[in-house]
């Protein structure tokens, strides 16, 4: 079952605008990390952010975490063609302990116009 | 060459087949997983493996079976494919902390006739 519910399920922007992309969970988590698929291509890890932390940044991408809320954004600021490609959350759910291990959400695709 | 390699990178099989996807890391981690993504559903978790002599079913983990054949190598087999098990199959490692997240293969898109 799926831990991670990504929203929205499709985005569309122009080049150059802010893609944002949320993350909804169900359970208490370690962490909470986002990945980055381009077509039918493996995914590649682009940061993670831990339970204790509400902000992070990497580059261009800003990601925040509410645990509160249970929930995450991913902030891509001043976005590429090349930036188009499936974002994934994935969380890390506390009581795995030694034994912990990713539940991916169902993904969102991002396209970015020229 | 890729930190993880997956074998092979296409494969069309009859049903009822036996069938292997390998997968091989240079990562030097520990732990080893098997993840099968559909299209609308996600990447869900097939088989995992903390070490050598450590394996665990995931969440779908009917119809499949794994081997860790060493710290570098982990195998999934399909005993008898069935067309629902058409899907693209990942391979991920990590290290024990997973703090720097998992590392993924290319995948093996599989059919199933």
């Known amino acids: 079952s799926q831990q991670g519910e990504e929203d929205p399920q499709a985005l569309s922007i122009q080049e150059g605008e802010n893609a944002t992309m949320n993350c909804s969970y169900k359970?208490?988590?370690?962490?909470l990390q986002w990945y980055r698929q381009n077509s039918g291509r493996g995914l590649v890890h682009l940061i993670l952010?831990?339970?204790?932390?509400r902000e992070k940044h990497s580059g261009r991408l800003r990601v925040t975490l509410d645990t509160s809320k249970k929930s995450s954004s991913l902030l891509i600021t001043a976005s590429r063609a090349a930036d188009t490609a499936s974002y994934f959350c994935?969380?890390?759910?506390?009581?795995?302990?030694?034994?912990?291990?990713?539940?991916f959400g169902k993904g969102i695709t991002l396209s970015v116009r020229p | 060459d890729a930190d993880v390699t997956q074998t092979p990178r296409n494969r069309i099989t009859k049903t009822g087949k036996r069938i292997m996807l390998e997968c091989s890391q240079t990562?030097?981690?520990?732990?080893m997983y098997w993840y099968r993504q559909d299209p609308g559903l996600g990447l869900r978790l097939i088989y995992y493996?903390?070490?050598?002599?450590?394996?665990n079913k995931g969440e779908i983990s009917d119809g499949y079976s794994v081997s860790r054949q060493a710290q570098a190598k982990f195998s999934l087999s399909l005993e008898s494919a069935i067309p629902n098990q058409t899907a693209l199959y990942f391979c991920?490692?990590?290290?024990?902390?997973?703090?720097?997240?998992?590392?993924f293969g290319s995948g093996t898109r599989l059919t199933v006739v």
């Open positions: 994935a969380t890390d759910a506390i009581g795995g302990g030694a034994n912990s291990k990713l539940t």
């Open positions: 359970t208490s988590i370690n962490n």
């Open positions: 493996s903390f070490d050598v002599k450590d394996i």
């Open positions: 952010i831990r339970s204790n932390e």
């Open positions: 990562k030097g981690h520990d732990r």
């Open positions: 991920a490692t990590s290290d024990t902390s997973a703090y720097y997240g998992y590392t």
